[in-house]
């Protein structure tokens, strides 16, 4: 029997992985378009524009990550940071969250308490689009079988992690899919939700300190710099100081000036061209979003948003400038921190996926962004440097490329103080963690959604203080 189900799991992982979020979320999407009385024409439209969309933001990442790539790690290394533990990136945590039997079974338990949270009411963010971000939860739940040898210890952490994700995406789902402009949507991946309350009190309180007055938005930039200002001229300087920094030790050759040139082109690039590709995976929404208003009025439930790929988010103007910003100011950060032993590298490119948080919440504020996201990497690298020994244990042991006895880490998925706490949490109390986690979910939800109206207003106010004429 164990040998079907671990048959059954590892087929159901590898059809996932095949086909990728390109063709999975539109087939969702078909369905769930089918589902709302749209007809089969209009949701095959739907299906379409979200394929063509995805496919459009998979061409346009995939061909700039590996110009920015090299002049990071050259970056890194001529900053001579000695740091032991080396960031693989985000695609190690995949071998890591399969390697048990407790993280292949949430990969089918996982989609149907999902299915179940939403058609039952609990929550109005459709989760099962994410169906690939399933790794996520099966990462730390796997850390924890390992340490523990407890399936159904492990089980009961992912499902309560994933009550955890739900609340926190329905915090930011008006504010992401107003600010991103995508009509009842939002990115359902649980590494982007870890710094939500982060965000939410670190945007107050520098609202509080009047950081809103520092207008370091897209549309102000443009307005006070003219041309300069524009985001594909900013894009271009961004790359240009990137490639300048990943090439300081040799200027002197034709090489060097060759790739500072070429990322600041590809930077511009896809601020020139993200925005277009932007606007047709909204297009697939046009049907739904109305579709799905109507469907929660009739049946009294609130307004219903459908979880999408992160890489949506990728490339808009302040997420991507943030973004940037962020890189060398990361390496300060690894540099100077006492305690970490983490040498953030693969995943640096990784960034923009990863503060959606913060710039949806400061409503595209640069500064604020830059300031909330750099804090919260202090607290993400130390957990990243706690959890090290476990996740090397594991990847070293199933790795065919890696070093016996090297530390190694994901620098954007293991970053997570919350998620990572309460999987430290978990490791050293067992039952105890996961019924006291249970119940502080259970309290916070509950006053969530008796307040939620009053919560989501109060958010917008304090994202709108960025608009406000001074």
């Known amino acids: 029997m164990a040998t079907i189900l671990d048959n059954l799991l590892q087929g159901m992982s590898m059809v996932v992985a095949t086909f990728g979020s390109m063709i999975v979320i539109p087939i969702i999407l078909f369905f769930i378009s089918l589902a709302f009385g749209i007809k089969a024409n209009k949701a095959l439209q739907t299906a379409l524009f979200a394929g063509i969309g995805l496919t459009g ?81 099966a990462l730390w739940g796997s850390l924890v079988f390992i340490i523990t040898n407890n399936m159904l210890l492990s089980v009961a952490f992912m499902l309560v992690l994933n009550l955890w994700a739900t609340t926190f995406y329905e915090m930011l789902a008006k504010r992401w899919s107003k600010y991103y402009k995508y009509p009842n949507c939002m990115i359902v991946q649980l590494h982007n939700v870890d710094p939500v309350p982060f965000a939410i009190f670190s ?149 923009p996926f990863i503060i959606q948080s913060f710039i949806a919440f400061s409503n595209g504020n640069i500064f604020k962004s830059i300031l909330s996201a750099a804090i919260w990497f202090v607290g993400g690298l130390l957990i990243a440097t706690a959890t090290s020994p476990i996740f090397s244990d594991v990847y070293n042991s199933i790795a065919t490329n890696a070093t016996a006895g090297s530390l190694v880490t994901s620098f954007a998925i293991m970053n997570k103080p919350i998620w990572g706490g309460f999987t430290l949490f978990v490791m050293n109390s067992g039952w105890l963690a996961v019924g006291v986690l249970f119940v502080v979910y259970l309290v916070m939800t509950l006053w969530y959604k008796k307040n939620k109206v009053k919560v989501t207003d109060w958010l917008e106010k304090q994202a709108e203080l960025d608009v406000v004429e001074e």
């Open 57 to 137: 933001y998979s061409f346009l990442i995939g061909a700039y990550l590996p110009i920015v790539a090299p002049v990071i790690e050259n970056m890194v290394k001529e900053a001579g940071v000695n740091l032991p533990i080396m960031d693989m990136g985000w695609q190690v945590t995949a071998i890591v969250a399969y390697s048990t039997r407790a993280g292949m079974i949430y990969l089918a338990l996982g989609l149907v308490f999902q299915l179940v949270l939403f058609l039952t009411g609990w929550t109005n963010v459709f989760q099962p689009s994410g169906l690939w971000d399933l790794y996520s939860y």
């Open 203 to 351: 945007n107050w309180l520098l609202n509080k300190f009047g950081a809103y007055k520092v207008r370091w938005k897209p549309d102000d930039l443009r307005d006070r710099l003219g041309f300069m200002g524009d985001p594909i001229a900013l894009g271009f300087i961004l790359g240009f100081v990137l490639g300048f920094l990943g090439n300081i030790n040799r200027l002197g050759t034709l090489a060097a000036w060759g790739q500072i040139m070429l990322v600041a082109m590809g930077t511009a690039a896809v601020m020139a061209i993200f925005p277009r590709v932007a606007a047709i995976f909204a297009q697939a929404f046009t049907h739904l979003s109305a579709a799905s208003r109507k469907f929660a009025v009739d049946k009294g439930r609130e307004e219903i948003y459908i979880g999408v790929d992160d890489a949506s988010g990728y490339g808009e103007a302040a997420t991507l400038i943030t973004g940037i910003v962020l890189i060398p100011v990361v390496l300060l950060i690894a540099a100077i921190l006492p305690g970490n032993r983490v040498l953030p590298l693969v995943d640096l490119v990784a960034i």
